[in-house]
C-alpha cells in the first residue's frame, strides 16, 4: 500500500482487510468467508475430492484450520450433495485437551454438525503417558488409527482433516530431501483407501495457514489460538515463509504444480514450418525466428 492509502473491498468497496496477492484481490470481513468457500468448493469439484452423497467425517482439534475446514464443507454441502459429521480426539494433553474438546463442541453447536468424540483414554494410555522424544509419532499414529477405525465401523466413506498448503509443502520438503519420494501420494487432495483403510481428502490443500486464520476470523468462529505444548519449532515452516517472502505466490504455484494432471505425451503434432514435432500449428522455435529473426518479411 502507498502513503498510508487503504485499499477497498474489489466487490463492495468497503476497507479492505486482506489482500491475497495470489488472485490479485483485496477484500473485506463480509466478503472473504464466501469467497474463501467459493475457492474451495472449486478445488473440491475440480480435483473430484468428494462424490455426491458421500458421508464425511471432518476430523477437528478446535485449531483454526480443522475448523475452517468443517465450517467450509458444511457451506458447500448441500449445493456438492454430502453429509458431514464431526470427529473429535481427545488425546488427554492436559489443559490443551480440555480447550480443544469445548471449543469442538461450541463449533459444532453454532454450525448445527453432530459431533463424535472418542477419548484416547479408552484405548487405555493417554498422550501425557508418552515419553518426550517419541510424542508426536506416537500421537499421529493414534490419530490416524483412531480416524480410519472410528469412520470404517460408523460408515463413513471418507475422512477429511484440515491440511494446508504450508502443512503440504513442508512435509514434502523434509522428505523428498531426506531422498524420500513416494510421499507425494500421500499428500495428495484425495487418497482412496483399500482393505480396511478408508478413503482420505485434503479439502483445504491450496489454502495457506494464513487464508484459514482470516477465515475463522471473519466468520467469526470459535477456534484455539494456542499451539499444541508438544509441538515441535517447525524450521521447514520458516524456510518456506522466507522463500513466500522473496517469491510471493510460490507455495501455492507449488502445492498446485505438485498434483497438475500429467500432459498426455501423445498430444503432439508436426509444426507445419519445420516439421518438428509441436503441441501447436507452428512451433514455438518457429515462433520466435518469426518475431525476432533478422530475415523476417517487414
Ligand atoms: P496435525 O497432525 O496436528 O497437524 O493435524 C492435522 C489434522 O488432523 C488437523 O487439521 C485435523 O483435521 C486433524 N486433527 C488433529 N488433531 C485432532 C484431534 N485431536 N481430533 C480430531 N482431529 C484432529
Ligand atoms: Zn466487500
Redesign the pocket.
Same mark, same amino acid.
Given at each position: 500500500m502507498k502513503g498510508g492509502e487503504t485499499k477497498k %473491498?474489489r @466487490? *463492495?468497496r @468497503?476497507r479492505a482487510v486482506v489482500s491475497l496477492k495470489t488472485y490479485k484481490i483485496s477484500? %473485506?470481513d463480509? *466478503?472473504f468467508p464466501p469467497f474463501f468457500e467459493r475457492l474451495v468448493e472449486r478445488d473440491v469439484k475440480k480435483y473430484k475430492i468428494i462424490k455426491e452423497d458421500e458421508r464425511v467425517l471432518a476430523a477437528v482439534s478446535g485449531g483454526k484450520d480443522s475448523v475452517a475446514l468443517l465450517s467450509t464443507l458444511k457451506a458447500i454441502s448441500s449445493s456438492l450433495n454430502f453429509h458431514i459429521e464431526a470427529l473429535h480426539i481427545d488425546l488427554g494433553i492436559g489443559e490443551y485437551s480440555r480447550k480443544s474438546t469445548e471449543i469442538c463442541k461450541k463449533l459444532c453447536q453454532e454450525l448445527e454438525i453432530e459431533l463424535n468424540t472418542v477419548k484416547l483414554a479408552e484405548y487405555g494410555f493417554t498422550i501425557s503417558d508418552v515419553s518426550t522424544k517419541k510424542v508426536c509419532s506416537v500421537c499421529g499414529n493414534a490419530k490416524r488409527y483412531i480416524f480410519n477405525r472410528f469412520a470404517r465401523e460408523n460408515g463413513f466413506d471418507v475422512i477429511a482433516t484440515g491440511h494446508n498448503a504450508d502443512d503440504i509443502l513442508a512435509n514434502f520438503f523434509k522428505n523428498w530431501l531426506s531422498g524420500n519420494r513416494w510421499w507425494i501420494e500421500k499428500q495428495s487432495p484425495r487418497t482412496e483407501g483399500f482393505d480396511r483403510v478408508i478413503t482420505r481428502i485434503r479439502p483445504l490443500f491450496l489454502r495457506t495457514e494464513k487464508e484459514n486464520a482470516i477465515y475463522v476470523l471473519t466468520r467469526h468462529l470459535p477456534f484455539l489460538a494456542d499451539e499444541c505444548p508438544n509441538a515441535p519449532q517447525d524450521r521447514w515452516k520458516e524456510i518456506i515463509y522466507e522463500i513466500e517472502a522473496k517469491i510471493p505466490g510460490f507455495k501455492q504455484n507449488f502445492v498446485r504444480n505438485m498434483f497438475k494432471e500429467k500432459k498426455e505425451v501423445s498430444d503432439f503434432r508436426y509444426c507445419s514450418i519445420c516439421g518438428e514435432v509441436s503441441t501447436s500449428e507452428i512451433c514455438q522455435f518457429c515462433r520466435n525466428i518469426m518475431k525476432y529473426g533478422k530475415n523476417r518479411e517487414a
Open positions: %473491498c @466487490k *463492495c @468497503k477484500l %473485506c463480509t *466478503c
